[in-house]
């Protein structure tokens, strides 16, 4: 009877050591002001006995920064100040929640996550190559699912337009060439988006280049003709 009492113990010790509240980054969005806004899934409240903290933190200088905080352990977004800039790089950022577990032992897990950073080079006058980078691997929801490439013409289009899938294979680095014909002079934006599982959607900063022929054409030139 010992032994089975013990056993049992054993089994309900190891499920509790077992379950992991550890959040998980959904979505990362570069706002159009440069700001970052994180989803991520909150702690499910049953696997922990009181809830702490979400600490908010980003790489600055080669170390994490906190940038805020939050108690309510239900709270799952949160928008990293304009001190953070998506718009002129790769953000990385930390959420630490911290909080005590079922056998009442103070706990702190910490996930990370890149805002997408878009590049564009190598332009001529009627193609741009792209590139950017990986979420991180403690993104949730997003592995099966491809980048999408968006464009939108100044000028010409009131909407973003659909360009291409890019397989999204866990590399750090992604690139495409986006070919155009030839235009006037415009402003070309671009953008990348990731679909999640959860429901949310990670966005690029939307980086901008200027194409087509910026000097007007040359008057055309009518010859004499006399009668």
Known sequence: MRNLLFFIFIFLFGSVLAQNPKPSVNCVVVNDDGTITVNYSAIDPTTITTFTTYKYSALTGGDYVERGTETDASVNTYI????????????????TAEYNDLLGVDQSETVNANSIYLILSNQTSTSIDLSWNNLGSDVVGSETESFKVYRKFKKTDNDWVFVADVTNDGSPIYSYTDVFGEVCYDSLFYRIEIDNSSGCTSISNKSVIEVGDEDNPNPPTIPYITV
């Open 80 to 95: 990293f100040p304009s001190s953070e800039n998506g718009n002129n790089l790769s953000v990385s950022i930390r959420i």
